[in-house]
């Protein structure tokens, strides 16, 4: 059974730092594309950032520069790191992924598995 489970959310006051982690369950994350995506209360769910199959890291310009994403294939784990948090980050941040390639790895539709959400909120 495959199972996405996020962690490492909390509260941060701006200009820190936070890093989520996401296992996998039921299948290796080595091959599949990765992603984050956030949704703040009344707006659509974003892409945050994502690994494609060919291992290209790719992220939302409002991100850029401020998080990383990375993983380990031994801990089937996905990772998170978010520096210099903004309030505008504050929103329920979820892992997916998905085994076949796309064009479009920040697009919430092309994702099959999802985790069930970790909070980030940050004040200023």
């Known amino acids: 059974q495959v199972a996405l489970v996020e962690s490492g959310g909390g509260s941060v006051q701006a200009g820190g730092s936070l890093r989520l982690s996401c296992v996998a369950s039921?299948?290796?994350?080595?091959?599949?594309?990765l992603a984050w995506f956030r949704q703040a209360p009344g707006k659509e769910r974003e892409g945050v950032a994502a690994?494609?199959?060919?291992?290209?890291?790719t992220y939302a310009d409002s991100v850029k520069g401020r998080f990383t994403i990375s993983k380990d294939n031994a801990k089937n784990t996905l990772y998170l790191q978010m520096d210099s948090l903004k309030r505008e980050d504050t929103a329920m941040y979820y892992c997916?992924?998905?085994?076949?390639?796309?064009?479009?790895?920040?697009?919430?539709?092309?994702?099959?598995?999802w985790g069930q959400g970790t909070q980030v909120t940050v004040s200023s």
């Open positions: 997916a992924s998905r085994r076949i390639p796309t064009p479009y790895p920040l697009r919430s539709s092309e994702y099959t598995y």
């Open positions: 039921g299948y290796t994350i080595a091959g599949v594309c």
């Open positions: 690994f494609d199959f060919n291992k290209r890291t």
